[in-house]
């Protein structure tokens, strides 16, 4: 009897429990790289803000872009706002790439571009990939 009771505690318990799923978003590859896939993981942290993470394969070294480039990065940009430059996105030799980031934006444009400087402060070369992020 004790065990059910326990039991039961537990379920109403959990019954008030929220659980976050992560929101698994395709991501769509331009034409430039019509090979390459992926996707995007969102989730909360512990403090609100969003973890992103994103995953892709079968994407063409940078520098086999045109013009070529020496880096993929990573850009997070509000409505209205500058694009920030969040990292690069480095392939691995299977031409595989992971990326996370953590953000307090809400509704954000992500997307990868190839460039020249890693450190760019502005996206100037070819975008690959881009993804509207809404909560």
Same mark, same amino acid.
């Given at each position: 009897?004790?065990?059910?009771?326990?039991?039961?505690?537990?379920?109403?318990?959990?019954?008030?429990?929220?659980?976050?799923? $992560?929101?698994?978003?395709?991501?769509?590859?331009?034409?430039?790289?019509?090979?390459?896939? @992926?996707?995007?993981? +969102? !989730? *909360? &942290?512990?403090?609100?803000?969003?973890?992103?993470?994103?995953?892709?394969?079968?994407?063409?070294?940078?520098?086999?872009?045109?013009?070529?480039?020496? $880096?993929?990065?990573?850009?997070?940009?509000?409505?209205?706002?500058?694009?920030?430059?969040? @990292?690069?996105?480095? +392939? !691995? *030799? &299977?031409?595989?790439?992971?990326?996370?980031?953590?953000?307090?934006?809400?509704?954000?444009?992500?997307?990868?571009?190839?460039?020249?400087?890693?450190? $760019?402060?502005?996206?100037?070369?070819?975008?690959?990939?881009?993804?509207?992020?809404?909560?």
């Amino acid at each position: 009897m004790r065990k059910l009771f326990v039991m039961l505690a537990l379920v109403s318990f959990c019954s008030v429990c929220t659980v976050v799923e $992560a929101k698994k978003l395709p991501l769509t590859a331009s034409s430039v790289v019509p090979a390459a896939r @992926g996707y995007v993981e +969102v !989730d *909360k &942290d512990k403090n609100g803000n969003d973890r992103v993470k994103m995953v892709v394969e079968h994407l063409a070294n940078p520098q086999n872009l045109t013009p070529p480039a020496s $880096a993929y990065i990573v850009w997070f940009q509000d409505a209205g706002g500058a694009a920030q430059n969040k @990292g690069q996105l480095k +392939v !691995d *030799k &299977d031409l595989k790439a992971e990326f996370k980031s953590v953000t307090s934006s809400k509704s954000f444009a992500l997307f990868v571009t190839g460039e020249r400087d890693s450190s $760019a402060s502005a996206p100037s070369g070819t975008e690959v990939f881009r993804l509207m992020i809404q909560e």
